[in-house]
């Protein structure tokens, strides 16, 4: 027989309980107690310290220490709720952006939230939703947050919202195919599809928005073609400007050694004569236009 450290439930009293008994009466009080209410009353103690000194490493961020009081308290009592929420909140916290450790903070909530009674449980998903949402994810967090919502009663449209925005922020980033464009795309059209069997405004908002930047896109690229097309006529402009003096020289040379012989011809010389540089002018032009277009490659402007 062994005596273990245990505390009165009536009136307090630190006690030594044997544990080989079902009760045993107080020497303090006198009354009857159950030897194991008396021990996990004592254990309690502990634990709240355990939870409290805890909870605080986290406030100082302090992560091993915490973690090291909330397995403390795992050892004493696996189901303890407060301990696997301060083991979500290290997780996350000490994520730094590492996905592993927010999918693990989420698996930790999850154990909390199933252990919890009603009204925790109603808090946990809330603080868990709002606190992931509200934060600054970047695309390496979109596993968590559908993650988020397969745990927590796939009912919240706070996380497929979230992704979709981390989507959007990353393809549009700039004019350039982001490096995992395809995932993104996939992930955003499987979040999208999540939420029009949920809240068919929201999605048609979304939708909205995404063809907005995907127009916004294409604008983009549209005006940038339309300035770097005009800068390669200059160019070529400059290029062939000494050809085109020569040329319209020669040109009046001939079409003037022709027709000044012949006085009474002088206004259809003229009339011709501007009939045939307009046309060259419009011929060059065209002509131009399509070699600075041909130039102008797609990634001449999305790297622009
Ligand atoms: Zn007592």
New binding site residues.
């Given amino acids: 027989m062994e005596f273990i450290a245990a505390k009165?439930?009536?009136?307090?009293?630190d006690?030594q309980v044997p544990d080989n008994k079902d009760f045993v009466y107080?020497?303090?009080?006198?009354?009857n107690?159950k030897v194991r209410d008396a021990v996990l009353i004592k254990d309690n103690v502990n634990i709240e310290n355990f939870i409290e000194i805890a909870y605080e490493a986290i406030k100082n961020r302090n992560f091993m220490e915490a973690n090291e009081y909330l397995n403390r308290v795992h050892e004493i009592d696996i189901n303890n709720v407060k301990a696997w929420w301060g083991k979500a909140g290290t997780s996350i916290n000490s994520s730094t952006g590492y996905d592993t450790l927010i999918s693990a903070g989420i698996n930790y909530a999850k154990k909390a939230y199933d252990l919890a009674d009603e009204k925790d449980k109603a808090e946990i998903k809330e603080k868990m939703i709002a606190e992931l949402c509200g934060h600054d994810l970047w695309s390496s967090h979109i596993d968590s947050l559908f993650l988020l919502f397969d745990e927590f009663g796939q009912d919240d449209i706070r996380p497929l919202k979230k992704i979709v925005d981390i989507c959007n922020k990353n393809i549009y980033s700039s004019l350039k195919p982001h490096p995992d464009s395809n995932k993104l795309f996939e992930h955003r059209s499987r979040a999208m599809n999540l939420i029009m069997k949920m809240d068919s405004k929201s999605y048609s908002q979304l939708e909205t928005k995404c063809k907005q930047l995907e127009n916004g896109r294409i604008e983009q690229i549209k005006s940038i073609r339309v300035v770097l097309v005009s800068r390669k006529i200059s160019d070529l402009n400059d290029k062939y400007l000494m050809g085109n003096v020569i040329f319209s020289a020669i040109l009046a040379l001939i079409i003037g050694a022709y027709f000044s012989t012949l006085n009474s011809l002088k206004d259809i010389w003229f009339l011709f004569s501007v009939v045939i540089f307009t046309l060259y002018c419009l011929i060059y032009y065209s002509l131009i236009k399509g070699e600075a277009e041909k130039s102008i490659s797609d990634s001449d402007v999305i790297n622009y």
């Fill in positions: 009165c439930p009536q009136c307090g009293a006690l107080c020497l303090y009080c006198g009354s107690i």
